[in-house]
C-alpha cells in the first residue's frame, strides 16, 4: 500500500495499481532506493563479517557458507554477495 510516503496512514493508503503519473512513479522510486539501501546495508555487512571472521564462531567454513546457512540462498547467490562487499 502506498500513500503520502512512509507515515501515511494505514487507512488512507491506496494500492500502487491505482496510482497514476507522478505519484506512480514516486512510489516506484521510494520502493527502488529502498531497495538499494538494503543492498548496500547487506554488502556493508558481509563486509563487517568477512573481515572479523565472525562467521567462524557459528562454524562456518568461509563467509559463502555462512550467508548461505543465515539467508537460506544458493551457493551461487551467496557468492555474489562475497564477490561483491566492499571488503
Known amino acids: 500500500m502506498f500513500g503520502a510516503g512512509f507515515g ?3 487507512g ?3 494500492a500502487f495499481s491505482e ?3 507522478a505519484e506512480r512513479d514516486e512510489a516506484l522510486m521510494v520502493v527502488a532506493r529502498t ?3 538494503c543492498l548496500a546495508e547487506i554488502g556493508r555487512m558481509v563486509g563487517d563479517v568477512i573481515e572479523n571472521g565472525s562467521f567462524e564462531e557459528d562454524g562456518h567454513a568461509n563467509p559463502r557458507a555462512w550467508l548461505q546457512a543465515v539467508m537460506n540462498c544458493s551457493r551461487k547467490d551467496a557468492g555474489a554477495m562475497v564477490r561483491t562487499s566492499p571488503n
Open 8 to 10: 501515511a496512514e494505514f
Open 12 to 14: 488512507k493508503a491506496r
Open 19 to 21: 496510482l497514476r503519473g
Open 35 to 37: 531497495a538499494r539501501w
